[in-house]
Every structure is written in structure tokens, then in C-alpha cells.
């Protein structure tokens, strides 16, 4: 095939296919006599692997496993796929611990905090942390109290107590900053119970959709690495075929 033959089933151009092999993400091309690229099926197992690669683990992972793959390094490969999947089981874990949490908040007993009350201090004493714990919280993007304008100390709203007991209960459930950072800053904006839970519901979904990606993803691994061993294994007989008699 031509590079316009692979390239047309998917919405791609000629071009696009080239720069995917000077990538690495196809393999090595051989050539014609006249110099022009000539792809088989095994170029055309290593596109629909990259594509859905993409929407699985991302761009760069993506063309990483190629690479990876192309060049005969099939268990580095492997790995950067697993990566993928502990990481998606790691979003459903906090996903499912933000949940957990919200629901305790939903059910606990309506308070009225003084303005004492909602002083790092009262928050942090509330909690069973250290002040210091809650201004590293602060300095990582997870919360963001408001300052009095009298005497500039840091005062906590009903939404800054509510995202740092999110954050402590996850703390102790044993997940670092950057796990909690990208729901935290989902449910910030929730003014309900409902609108909370519709928020953890596309998350969900969105976990959902590339959970079923991922499944594409590895069955056209599956496929591309078969095709690959298979050519290999043809061309090795049709080397040994032609070889000449002792």
C-alpha cells in the first residue's frame, strides 16, 4: 500500500502516515526500487493500535508503546500499558473515597460556626491536624480561604471546611495530593448535595468511557502484535527458503 491507502480508512493524509514512521510509531517501511514507501498489513495492525492507543492512555503513551513495541522492547512496553490501568484503578479508589466522603458530610448534623470557629486554628484543632498541615493544603491548590481585611488571618466558609475534611479523610486513606487536586477542583463549584453527586457521576462516566477504551486499545495490541510475529515468521522462512544448499 501507499501511504495515502493507509492513511484514507481513518480521516489521515498521506503526510500524517510518514510523520508516524519517522516517529517510530510505525515501523520501517521498505521501499520500492524507485525509492517509494511500501506498507503491508502489518503497518496497517500498528495505525489502528496507535489510534486507539490515544484515546486510551494519551498521546505520549501512546506513541511510547510504539516505539517501544517497534523496536523489539515488547515487555517496556507492556509496562507503560499497565501504568495506564493502575492509574485508571487509582481514579475509581479516589473517586470512590470522595464519594464515601461527601456522603458523611451530606448526613452529618447542620453546624453554625462562629467567625471563631472558622479560624485556621478552630479548623484545624476540628480536624485533629496541625495549622501547618492546613497551609500546605493551601499552598497545593486545595484550599482557599479568605483573608479578613482587619487583620488579615485566614477565614474558612462552609465550602473551605467542607474541602478539607475531603482532603483529611483521603490523606488517610493513603492518597497523595495530585489524586485528590483534579476532583477536589470538580466539586468546588457544586452548590448541592445534587449537583455533588451529578459531578461524581460524569466523573464517573468519563472513567467508564475510557475503561472501554482501554479495552480496544489492548485487543488491537493483541491483534498488531500477532501480525507482527506472524510476518516475522514468514519473512524468516522465506529467508531460509532462499538460502542457498550447503
Do not use: C, K
Request: no cysteine.
Amino acid at each position: 500500500m501507499r501511504p495515502v491507502d493507509l492513511a484514507r480508512p481513518h480521516g489521515l493524509s498521506g503526510q500524517a502516515v510518514r510523520n508516524y514512521e519517522a516517529a517510530g510509531i510505525l515501523p520501517a517501511a521498505e521501499r520500492t526500487d524507485s525509492g517509494y514507501r511500501r506498507y503491508t498489513s502489518v503497518h496497517v495492525a500498528a495505525l489502528r493500535t496507535f489510534l486507539a492507543l490515544v484515546p486510551a492512555h494519551g498521546h505520549a503513551a501512546a506513541r511510547s508503546v510504539m516505539t517501544l513495541l517497534n523496536t523489539g522492547r515488547t515487555e517496556e512496553a507492556l509496562t507503560v500499558i499497565d501504568h495506564g490501568h493502575a492509574e485508571l484503578l487509582a481514579d475509581r479508589q479516589t473517586l470512590d473515597a470522595v464519594e464515601r466522603a461527601l456522603t458523611e458530610l451530606t448526613h452529618a448534623p447542620e453546624e453554625r460556626p462562629s467567625q471563631r470557629d472558622n479560624t485556621i486554628g478552630a479548623l484545624a484543632h476540628r480536624l485533629g491536624l496541625r495549622p501547618a498541615t492546613l497551609r500546605r493544603w493551601e499552598r497545593a491548590g486545595l484550599l482557599h480561604p479568605r483573608r479578613d481585611p482587619a487583620t488579615g488571618y485566614r477565614t474558612y466558609a462552609p465550602g473551605d471546611v467542607r474541602d478539607a475534611t475531603i482532603v483529611h479523610q483521603l490523606r488517610r486513606g493513603g492518597y497523595v495530593l495530585a489524586q485528590i487536586a483534579p476532583l477536589l477542583g470538580e466539586l468546588r463549584d457544586v452548590t448541592s448535595p445534587a449537583s455533588a453527586a451529578s459531578a461524581i457521576a460524569e466523573r464517573r462516566h468519563r472513567l467508564h468511557t475510557r475503561a472501554l477504551a482501554m479495552l480496544r486499545a489492548s485487543a488491537e495490541t493483541g491483534e498488531y502484535l500477532h501480525e507482527r510475529d506472524r510476518s516475522r515468521t514468514t519473512t524468516d522462512a522465506t529467508t531460509d527458503a532462499d538460502a542457498p544448499m550447503a
